[in-house]
């Protein structure tokens, strides 16, 4: 769906049922068709990159605590993050060479590539939120202060049958997350506003789009303006 200079009744209509979920949720599943051509070469990509020894991947450290390899003491949660992921170049300067010094293009393009596909999905939803407040004179701004954040995570099978808490509870500090879990294994739980937590279990082709918590102040302010 892409917003229209002219009045489309459709886009007034979905804009509104975002805006509407994320009020009450904070959070809602969009399905993305382009995402089923990525999901497996992602997926490989990022098998790649996490059957790497431990001492491998610890060489990847950056001053940004937010870009750079992180694992937990019990192995269970490792994650890579980095920023400016939309452009090959970036990740293949921080992040791949550090891991194959012989190199490997094509971990660099796959996971651009990915990125640029929920960098679109993104301002698209930026998009709806403001003209729902309209307040879409704001975008350039909003967009120009975003940065294309990519966080590849793993979580490892624990050594028991009873369930297992991945990482603490906790609340993204980001404008706007959007999660893919690229297999089939589920886990992710969000608390609603009665207090209580859903089972989220998205589709095979869809992100699940959450504000962060920067974008709650930014929701203050634009009310302050309405």
Partial sequence: MKPST?????????KFQVREALEEY????????QLLELRQPVLEALEQLF???LQTKQLCVSDKPSSAYHG????LYESISTDDAHIAENIEQCVTT???PQGNISFSKTLASFTQ?????EKTILRMILESFGLEKYMDELLDSTNNHLRAMKYGRPNTSEPTLGIPVHC???TMTLLCQLNEVQGLEILNKKGEWMNINPSPNSFVVMLGESFSVSHLFINSLT
């Fill in 117 to 121: 596909l929920a960098s679109g999905l």
């Fill in 6 to 14: 002219s009045y489309n009744p459709e886009w007034d209509l979905l």
């Fill in 51 to 53: 059957d790497l020894p």
């Fill in 98 to 100: 550090t891991l194959w």
């Fill in 26 to 33: 904070g959070c809602f599943e969009a399905s993305f068709d």
């Fill in 172 to 174: 993204d500090y980001t």
């Fill in 72 to 75: 937990s003491p019990s192995r």
